[in-house]
């Protein structure tokens, strides 16, 4: 079975710009989690979606969007990009039923 | 909001010495989950803890869950450099139980 994929694996923005990132979940996984990755704050998580739906929140500012469509693929949008935006973005899948996650390999998003 | 720390943040030891990291939430946990991420690679599910008061072995690992489900920790006997990376504790809301909190994380060096 193939493993959580994320695009694109890095990305290099702007200050100002805005960044759409893509994860795709195992097979029949439903729920789709997103964490940033910073070595000061650590693994922070972002939004979960089940079934089209936001089901979890983090605080995190409104910038900070996400959706998930019927397949199960989950995008996460950040406007208005700040220089602390840079991160790696994990993605993380599961099957629902169970709460142990599986992640992506993350994209690194830098901004400058 | 909750919060979670591990301890220590950094261990270095030569291969075949036994190490422990310890996980302490602010709040009581539906479940802690534990995580390894390798130099430059993602998080990988080790294992879930439920009970109160559970202890989970694989192989050389020792898991363990407190009486309050407030405190974890991960034991590994006889290290391998093969377990260097970070170990991550996670714990999940008792309102949300799929809502992870993850720990601070304690990175292991392993040297022959």
């Known amino acids: 079975k193939a493993g959580v994929t994320q695009t694109p694996r890095y990305l290099i923005k702007t200050r100002g710009q805005q960044v759409t990132l893509s994860c795709s979940p195992i097979?029949?996984?439903?729920?789709v989690s997103w964490y940033q990755q910073t070595p000061g704050q650590g693994l922070q998580f972002l939004f979960e979606y089940f079934s089209e739906t936001q089901r979890n929140k983090g605080n995190f500012p409104g910038r900070f969007s996400g959706r998930q469509f019927s397949n199960s693929r989950s995008e996460m949008n950040v406007s208005t990009l700040e220089l602390g935006d840079s991160a790696l973005y994990l993605c993380?899948?599961?099957?629902?039923?169970?709460?142990?996650?599986?992640f992506g390999p993350g994209t690194r998003l830098t901004v400058t | 909001g909750q919060q979670v720390m591990q301890i220590p943040q950094y261990q270095h030891v030569q291969e075949g010495e036994d190490f422990t990291t310890y996980c302490n939430s602010s709040?009581?946990?539906?479940?802690i989950q534990w995580y390894k991420q390798r130099p430059g690679g993602h998080p990988v599910f080790l294992i879930q803890l439920v009970k109160s008061g559970e202890v989970k072995k694989q192989k050389r690992l020792t898991f363990q869950f407190g009486e309050a489900k407030k405190n974890s920790s991960l034991h590994i006997t006889a290290t391998q450099t093969t377990d260097v990376g970070t170990y991550f504790c996670a714990g999940g809301d008792t309102g949300t139980a799929s809502k992870l909190t993850f720990g601070t994380g304690t990175r292991l060096q392993v040297t022959l």
């Open positions: 993380a899948s599961r099957y629902g039923t169970t709460y142990e996650q599986y």
């Open positions: 709040t009581t946990l539906s479940n």
């Open positions: 097979s029949g996984h439903r729920s």
